[in-house]
């Protein structure tokens, strides 16, 4: 039954796909600069880029619904460091018309991956990028057009070490992740053709890895980019708590984004790599080496991690989670990425499903929980799921589809100013 299930999530995000390239076409765009000196949020190069959907018309290609411009631009990891992210930033085609400046959504995508195919730069270039490494899948592309199509500017990080050759991507890092948000916002009045401002309204969008991303960005914009007009952001299925994802996603279509997680905060903790390695078995090694350069598609197809547990990671038989439990340094390193310790300082939407089988659905909530003992005004929407998909990942998935809709005209009342009534009073009432 799961097996068929599986098929089903991946027929569904194969709709649309509409052309196939290798992962290098883009050639040395991704390259960055040796040294990094320029402030965060500042541009670093910029080139047109053709989006999958552009439409041709007698040899003239359309700019519906927008036109693109590969970025890349300079940010901050974990450490502090300077470092260099791209992206894209699209020009709707429709004029705004609401009042004040076209406003901005900073668009965080969720899984793609961790190797160079997966960055969203290159799937809305191509939608589907397959080669002899990676299989990627364009499949935030709709939620992304929806925003063109009301008028509003879309600028869309490709994470820290997802595009560019001189990192791994640091999967759920929460301050890298926060920070690429929050800098490709900050770029995109910089970016050659843009219409928006330094004044403009911005909003901050994503779903599963990319709710997690904007929930770290939220919590992060008052000090690190005080100056970004954030009306709002909507966190949808946040892996707020890592070691209660680490349960959840084990031994489900999508056990692989738990080696992701593992590959990208080991490069920040050489005491974790330490810790684990006489954990790590040698098939586990080879895994985790495996999905460092794999996308979303060879999680699901050709990684042999699908409906597996990473307790045939270990030299022990325990799950990475039970290691975790055990290993200081693990436990000391997965907290470091916790969200929710900090308070945002705009309205949030944080949306779960209750059986959602990959990201948990009791961490969603108690995220919600924690921003609203901090006095955030946070808008917590619990879907009811009545069954299990069985670690499918339909659940997962059905409300970034389901609702994605309300989410985003939630997230555009925000940026016409209009006023947000929270629900933390009702929370303990909530599923």
């Known amino acids: 039954m ?4 599986m098929c089903a999530v991946i027929g569904a995000l194969a709709v649309g796909l509409l052309a196939a ?3 290098n076409a883009a050639g040395s765009f991704y390259d960055p600069p040796p040294e990094v000196t320029a402030a965060p949020g500042e541009l670093v190069r910029a080139e047109p880029m053709r989006l999958a959907a552009s439409v041709s018309f007698g040899g003239k290609v ?3 619904p927008g036109t693109a411009t590969r970025i890349m631009y300079s940010s901050t990891d974990a450490t502090g460091r300077p470092v260099a992210v791209s992206g894209v930033y699209i020009e709707p085609t429709k004029r705004w018309w609401g009042g004040g400046d076209r406003p901005l959504v900073s668009f965080a995508e969720g899984t793609q991956g961790q190797g160079d195919a997966c960055a969203p730069s290159r799937t809305l270039e191509k939608a589907l990028v397959v080669d002899s490494e990676a299989i990627a899948i364009g499949y935030e592309i709709p939620n992304i057009y929806a925003f063109l199509d009301r008028g509003i500017a879309v600028v869309v990080t490709d994470y820290i070490g997802l595009g560019t050759t001189d990192r791994v991507h640091s999967y759920v890092v929460r301050l890298d ?3 690429a948000v929050l800098d490709a916002a900050r ?3 910089a970016v050659p053709g843009a219409s928006v401002t330094d004044d403009s309204p911005v909003g901050l969008y994503g779903y599963s890895q990319g709710g997690g991303a904007v929930a770290s960005a939220a919590e992060l914009a008052p000090t690190y980019a005080p100056e970004l007009d954030v009306k709002g952001a909507y966190a949808g299925a946040p892996p707020a708590d890592l070691a209660a994802v680490m349960r959840s996603a084990d031994d489900t279509s999508l056990t692989g984004v738990i080696g ?4 990208g905060i080991s490069q920040y903790e050489p005491g974790l790599q330490a810790a684990l390695e006489p954990e790590i ?8 080496s495996a999905l460092s350069t794999g996308c979303i598609g060879d999680a699901l197809l050709t990684s042999g991690t699908a409906f597996t547990s990473t307790a045939s990671w270990t030299t022990s038989g325990d799950s990475l989670y039970d290691v975790a439990q055990r290993v200081p340094e693990a436990l000391a390193a997965i907290d470091r990425q916790r969200i929710g310790t900090l308070a945002p300082e705009v309205p949030v939407m944080v949306l779960t499903g209750t059986k959602d089988d990959i990201v948990g659905h009791g961490q969603t909530k108690q995220l919600a929980k924690d921003w609203c003992a901090k006095g955030v005004d946070v808008r917590y929407v619990p879907v009811v799921q009545p069954a299990s998909s069985h670690g499918t990942a339909l659940n997962h998935l059905g409300p970034a589809i389901t609702r994605s809709l309300q989410s985003q005209e939630w997230l555009v009342d925000r940026l016409e100013g209009r006023t947000m009534y929270d629900n ?7 599923p």
């Open 260 to 263: 992701f997680a593992l590959n």
């Open 281 to 288: 078995s040698d098939h586990g090694r080879a895994t985790l």
């Open 187 to 189: 770029v995109a009045s």
């Open 62 to 64: 359309s700019a519906l």
């Open 177 to 179: 992740s926060g920070h």
């Open 424 to 430: 933390c009073a009702f929370l303990p009432l909530l």
């Open 21 to 23: 390239t290798p992962a």
């Open 2 to 5: 799961r097996r068929t299930m």
